[in-house]
């Protein structure tokens, strides 16, 4: 862990991105930012949880451990800006979606949250069960963004909607798009290849959690629809069988005799990710909201088409790669299938991907525009 001296101090507030999916894309943020613009001094609080197994290069580090989600927030209104101080920082990076209501220096928030973006109203398709959770959220982050000096998303559908809901500014808020990380650009390599993606069955990957969300619940009537018209598919999908997703998802294949056709594969690393889309025909992520979509990218990456909800995000990421269908239509979401795998046959996809240091230098940069207002603090 080195120390840059006489450089100017930005701390990194990394949150979240400390478990779940943001891990590998964190390890890649701390290897860039060892290597960063060096007239910048980056010192990084991180999760205990984030650096057990990291062993790449890193900056400098001070660790903190979160048992719950309290826990955290009280780390980021009371710890956090305490550590800003301490270290002399002139600015404050949250990575997370929220981060301190309040500092004495310019605050930058990165939000990749869309329950933070979108207004309630807006989430149609979105269990009822949650409001909750959009609330106490929303309430938690609306002192965030107004305090904060900057903010950044990754897509431009999320910047017009966050603006559009919070009534920001628009020179406030900025696009970093995301990359996926390195570390499955390298499983990807070392995943075997299907024997062949021609076949008679249509393998459809879906790379998700279990979240209101993420719409799961049309994937039984899907696979019945394809089954009606003489199309064999298997849905894989990367939630535990054990879940109570899982649990209402094979009910509902069952009433539809498809409960051969929906598989439950649990939570997946990255090298078991790069091998089910290698033996793949299509990503099938039929979320209703995203801030920009990880899964987007890495089926992407492996040379698949995308089979995805119709939202302003998932067509600005996916693009010609992407073949959308009404959220709430399973004889629509059958026709995308369909439709996708035979243009993926005869022709394969490739997508432009962007690296991680790509991704950091743009973060650096922004960080370096916030410590420079440290004065009009």
Known sequence: MMRVRGATTVLWNF??????????????????????????????????????????????????????????????????????????????????????????????????????????????????????????????????LRNSRSVVVQTNAMRDALIARWKLPPDKVSVIRGSISNEFVRALAKAPRGTSRKGAEHVLVTASNDGPHKNLDIIPATASALKKEGVSARFLVTIPSFSGAAKRLRTAAKALAVEDQVE?????????????????????????????????????????????????????????????????????????VRLAVARANESPLRAVRRTPQQVVAEFVEWAGRLAEQQDDV
């Not at 089926?299 to 709430?328: K, M, S, W, Y």
């Open 15 to 144: 949150g979240t991105l400390s478990v779940g999916g943001g891990r590998a894309v964190a390890w890649d943020l701390l290897e860039e930012l060892a290597r960063a613009d060096r007239t910048l001094r980056h010192v990084c609080l991180v999760d205990r949880r984030l650096v057990d197994g990291y062993a790449g290069p890193a900056p400098e580090i001070v660790e903190r451990s979160i048992s719950s989600w309290v826990h955290y927030a009280l780390s980021d209104q009371i710890a956090l800006p305490r550590l800003g101080k301490r270290l002399g920082a002139r600015a404050i990076v949250s990575l997370a979606s929220i981060g301190p209501w309040r500092v004495g220096v310019p605050h930058g928030v990165f939000i990749q949250n869309p329950f933070v973006v979108h207004s309630w109203e807006a989430l149609k398709g979105v269990r009822p069960d949650t409001v909750w959770y959009h609330r106490a959220l929303s309430a938690y982050a609306a002192p965030v």
């Open 264 to 336: 439950f594969v649990g939570w997946v690393d990255v090298n078991r990710m790069a091998e089910l889309l290698r033996r793949a025909n299509a990503a099938f992520l039929p979320s209703v909201l995203e801030s920009m979509g990880l899964p987007y990218m890495e089926a992407e990456a492996a040379g698949l088409p995308v089979i995805a909800a119709d939202h302003e995000c998932a067509r600005e990421v996916c693009q010609q790669n992407g073949t959308f269908f009404d959220p709430q239509d399973p004889q629509s979401a059958a026709r995308a």
